[in-house]
């Protein structure tokens, strides 16, 4: 992976943890500094074009559009940048491989995290589950989540949220299939003729919209540009 030294950054601890009030220090304290590190946000998201692995890692989902800025494996997390929710595709309930934790930098949402009626692994269907806890999350909230519990975001158009993931604890992730959005509501495909995909990595155009999207919030900074040298002006 190509990648500069992100400083403070490349300090964090493991997230490879089993104690989710540990992740949750770690993880809270990482995603407040990050939002207030201008300068450090600006540059991840630039260097994400020159870095081929954090490209395909960044996807266009049938929920959202996200930018992949810092991968750790070896500290058992990656951060994300997310942006862009389909509000018509956000009533899905689901949950995730791994642990993870959010922070809100603009907008926000109604949050459903929900009871599960059938045991706390393996497929479920709407029919399975219960609200539990419904909280409504704006600029500066941050919250954590475990692998097991199952939630729904249903986002304002203009969200974006800082997101980091711990290691995948289990194989599959789970939503009630019965709820889906149709296919036709799917990211159109990058290449003309091929299908919908839920998910796919965005294409170069995409990417700068993308960027163009955070300048226009002001969430970084477009007076840095890219982190490569410029040439040297001909004689």
């Given at each position: 992976?190509l990648r500069?030294a992100?400083?403070?950054?490349?300090q964090?601890?493991?997230l490879?943890?089993?104690?989710l009030r540990?992740?949750?220090?770690?993880?809270?304290a990482?995603?407040?500094?990050?939002?207030r590190d201008?300068?450090?946000l600006t540059?991840l998201?630039n260097?994400v074009l020159?870095?081929?692995?954090?490209?395909?890692?960044?996807?266009?989902?049938?929920l959202l559009?996200?930018?992949s800025?810092?991968q750790?494996?070896?500290?058992g997390?990656?951060?994300?940048?997310?942006m862009?929710p389909?509000p018509?595709?956000?009533?899905v309930?689901?949950?995730?491989?791994?642990a993870f934790?959010?922070r809100?930098?603009?907008d926000?949402?109604?949050?459903?995290?929900?009871?599960?009626?059938?045991?706390?692994s393996g497929p479920?269907t709407g029919?399975?589950l219960?609200?539990a806890v419904?909280t409504l999350?704006?600029p500066g909230s941050?919250?954590?989540?475990g692998d097991?519990?199952?939630h729904?975001?249903?986002m304002?158009?203009?969200t974006v949220?800082?997101?980091v993931?711990?290691?995948?604890?289990?194989k599959?992730?789970h939503?009630?299939?019965e709820?889906?959005?149709?296919r036709?509501?799917?990211?159109?495909p990058a290449?003309?003729?091929?299908?919908p995909?839920e998910?796919?990595?965005?294409?170069l155009e995409e990417y700068?919209?993308m960027?163009a999207y955070?300048?226009?919030?002001?969430?970084?900074d477009?007076?840095?540009?890219?982190p490569w040298?410029?040439?040297?002006a001909?004689?």
């Amino acid at each position: 992976m190509l990648r500069a030294a992100a400083g403070w950054l490349d300090q964090v601890p493991s997230l490879d943890l089993d104690d989710l009030r540990e992740v949750q220090r770690i993880s809270h304290a990482l995603l407040d500094r990050l939002a207030r590190d201008r300068e450090l946000l600006t540059r991840l998201v630039n260097e994400v074009l020159h870095d081929q692995e954090r490209m395909d890692a960044s996807r266009i989902t049938l929920l959202l559009n996200r930018l992949s800025l810092y991968q750790a494996p070896n500290r058992g997390f990656e951060i994300r940048l997310t942006m862009n929710p389909r509000p018509e595709n956000q009533l899905v309930p689901h949950d995730h491989r791994y642990a993870f934790a959010t922070r809100i930098l603009t907008d926000g949402y109604v949050h459903v995290v929900r009871r599960r009626t059938n045991g706390w692994s393996g497929p479920f269907t709407g029919t399975d589950l219960e609200p539990a806890v419904v909280t409504l999350e704006g600029p500066g909230s941050t919250y954590t989540l475990g692998d097991a519990m199952v939630h729904q975001a249903v986002m304002e158009p203009d969200t974006v949220t800082l997101f980091v993931r711990g290691p995948r604890r289990k194989k599959l992730s789970h939503a009630a299939q019965e709820l889906m959005p149709p296919r036709e509501t799917w990211p159109a495909p990058a290449i003309p003729g091929d299908e919908p995909e839920e998910s796919r990595p965005p294409t170069l155009e995409e990417y700068q919209t993308m960027r163009a999207y955070l300048i226009q919030r002001q969430l970084i900074d477009w007076r840095r540009g890219f982190p490569w040298p410029r040439r040297a002006a001909p004689r």
